[in-house]
């Protein structure tokens, strides 16, 4: 979601803080500000859209400080305006920057209007500015009038604070949205992402909920939830300041379905002894857990859910063993009844998907005893709070629609397919040839990504296109709602994506020569139904893409387009066919124009409800 990045040194912050937004616009934003004590005022720039202009606005009235906070918003309450973006200001004295969402705004905000503040926007971050403003009149300090303003504030928040009266003190505030600390000699940042903070510092504390930090440059003061002072380790970031360049691709999107073979081999590195998946890859108590579990049930959102789907055909299919899914933002509020010796495994590329950590820890109220997370961020809220791990490895991934973090969860998936399904139904034999398929995969996918010529040449057909629908069957069914995800949310197609079988109840009516349908076509046992469904497009006229297994015998017609995919086995199917689907979509969002990483109205990392 938005992008929180703050500064106190020795040194102008400003050049860092905009370095800092810049890395953060993968995250998705409509609009940059930032504010620094200097001379004892607090000066302020925000700017509608890209840091760019920010950066421009700066250039041209200048302003500088060593202390300061900056922002990139993301609209929740507000249209996106100069106005209502961040930081936001009380009285020309106090600052703040805000991830999350307020629930109790509009009481607050009620009865500062009654004392006499007045708003100048229509966000819900201007009622924390306020209230603090209000404190500093009656307590000794800006950390004691942050944490009366926080124990009146109900909802999530990341906080930046800064107040002119105090030009040696920063505050960071965590409840619900992440928020980090990068550790240098005599200063110190904060960020929603360490990826913000890498030209600066490798070193890094994650504050965890509740954490309240008060920060001078050579002072650092941490408090949890309970007001009590506490010790939080300094990690070494593994992740590389050049990492999140795009290279020699055009997007970060390109550069990371080229990554794919790379992170699925990191996936799978060192959790096998001589062939053999070890349970301790998950954890080291995880085998104890695996031997009572009786059932999983998953929880994820948008791309995860899907990698999850596939994951409930494995689970049941391979192992025999009972899978439920749930959409992480339903699964609160249906009431769920969740069967004793359950296993709860939640996935998320960041770890910090508000809706999918809410779940857990209903799951958690519910008495739920075993949980696990599939994650890509090691430091994040997911990974803490869960019982078992198992890290996907992407690398950081920073084009909005994920590519890498998808295939890499759905091998992760599949090991956990194999740790748990050797205690029920999956035999010996079928482990082994499942563990090999899997070592074959980065070079099939690298067999797929030769077809990226066919597939742009392939995308001019939806050029003028304003409407798309994706079909499969079986565990392929999820790689097509994954597909039509993709297509929708970088090229603004509408797309939808239905199992096949279901065509002849409703959708057909949609079908016609305006409308190419994409099919997902593997070698299996469902294939000749697929082949039904296909002719019931072709039969109405409708603009058939099939992607099919090389070895079948399929020719182009009048309104039928094969595209030939390396043969794979059965098991790793969904994971070779979303390949295409992904190239496909990039290629149909260039042709278009649209902003490829930073699609419209999307974030990255999700963490309000």
């Given at each position: 979601m938005c992008g929180i990045v703050g500064g106190i040194a020795q040194r102008n912050v400003v050049p860092i803080l905009i370095e800092g937004l810049k890395?953060?616009?993968?995250?998705?934003?409509?609009?940059?500000?930032?504010?620094?004590?200097?001379?004892?005022?607090?000066?302020?720039?925000?700017?509608l859209g890209k840091v760019s202009g920010l950066e421009t606005l700066i250039h041209n009235e200048p302003i500088s400080g060593m202390l300061g906070i900056a922002h990139t918003r993301w609209?929740?309450?507000?249209?996106?305006s100069r106005e209502n973006a961040h930081p936001h200001v009380s009285d020309n004295k106090v600052a703040v920057v805000h991830n999350g969402i307020i629930e109790n705004y509009q009481q607050l905000k009620a009865a500062h209007i009654q004392d006499g503040y007045q708003f100048s926007s229509e966000t819900d971050t201007e009622v924390i500015a306020h209230e603090i403003h209000f404190q500093l009149q009656h307590r000794d300090s800006l950390l004691a009038a942050v944490k009366n303003t926080l124990n009146k504030l109900e909802g999530a928040y990341a906080l930046g604070i800064i107040c002119k009266e105090y030009p040696d003190t920063l505050i960071a505030c965590r409840q619900g949205s992440p928020l980090v600390i990068g550790v240098g000699i005599g200063e110190y940042f904060i960020a929603s992402d360490v990826a913000a903070l890498l030209p600066v510092t490798q070193r890094f504390i994650f504050?965890?909920?509740?954490?309240?930090?008060?920060i001078k440059c050579n002072q650092l003061h941490i408090y949890d939830q309970n007001q009590q002072l506490v010790s939080r380790p300094i990690k070494e970031s593994l992740l590389k300041a050049e990492s999140i360049d795009k290279?020699?691709?055009?997007?970060?999107?390109?550069?990371?379905?080229?990554?794919?073979?790379?992170?699925?081999?990191?996936?799978?590195?060192?959790?096998?002894?001589?062939?053999?998946?070890?349970d301790n890859a998950f954890g080291h108590n995880a085998a104890e857990i695996f031997d009572n579990i009786k059932a999983i049930q998953i929880i994820a959102c948008g791309t995860s859910y899907h990698a999850g789907l596939v994951a409930r055909y494995w689970f049941e299919r391979?192992?025999?063993?009972?899978?439920?899914?749930?959409?992480?933002?339903?699964?609160?509020?249906?009431?769920?009844?969740?069967?004793?010796?359950?296993?709860?495994?939640?996935?998320?590329?960041?770890?910090e998907t508000a809706d999918t950590l809410a779940a857990l820890k209903e799951a958690k109220r519910l008495g739920v005893s075993y949980s696990l997370a599939i994650c890509n961020v090691p430091e994040s809220s997911l990974?803490?709070?869960?019982?078992?791990?198992l890290m996907t490895r992407a690398g950081a991934e920073i084009g909005v629609a994920s590519t890498k973090a998808f295939t890499t969860q759905l091998v992760a998936l599949l090991l956990l397919v194999i740790a748990i399904g050797r205690r029920f139904s999956l035999d010996a034999e079928l482990e082994k040839k499942i563990s090999h398929d899997l070592f074959t995969l980065p070079a099939k996918i690298n067999e797929v990504l030769k077809l990226d010529t066919q597939i742009e040449t392939l995308a001019e057909q939806f050029a003028d296109k304003h409407h798309a629908l994706f079909l499969g069957r079986g565990s392929h069914y999820p790689v097509a709602m994954e597909g039509a995800l993709k297509l929708k949310e970088i090229s603004?197609?509408?797309?939808?994506?239905?199992?096949?079988?279901?065509?002849?109840h409703g959708p057909l009516a949609l079908i016609d020569a305006d409308m190419p349908v994409v099919t997902v076509a593997p070698n299996n046992s469902l294939l000749e139904k697929l082949k039904s469904n296909m002719q019931e497009v072709s039969a109405r006229g409708g603009q058939l893409i099939v992607f099919m297994d090389e070895t079948l015998q399929a020719h182009d017609d009048e309104n039928v387009q094969i595209m030939s995919v390396p043969t794979v086995e059965n098991e790793i199917s969904p994971i070779i066919y979303t390949i295409p689907l992904q190239l496909l979509a990039y290629h149909v969002a260039v042709l278009k124009g649209t902003d490829v990483d930073q699609p419209r109205n999307l974030a990255k990392s999700v963490t309000v409800e």
């Open positions: 890395r953060l616009e993968y995250r998705g934003y409509d609009s940059a500000g930032l504010a620094v004590v200097s001379e004892s005022q607090i000066q302020r720039h925000r700017e609209a929740t309450h507000g249209k996106p504050l965890e909920e509740g954490d309240i930090a008060e290279g020699e691709y055009r997007h970060y999107m390109l550069k990371e379905i080229y990554q794919q073979p790379a992170a699925i081999a990191e996936t799978l590195e060192g959790r096998f002894i001589e062939h053999r998946l070890q391979l192992a025999r063993v009972p899978c439920y899914i749930d959409v992480a933002s339903e699964f609160r509020y249906r009431s769920p009844v969740i069967a004793a010796d359950t296993l709860i495994v939640t996935i998320s590329q960041s770890g990974v803490r709070e869960s019982d078992l791990v603004y197609i509408h797309a939808e994506a239905y199992p096949a079988g279901e065509l002849k």
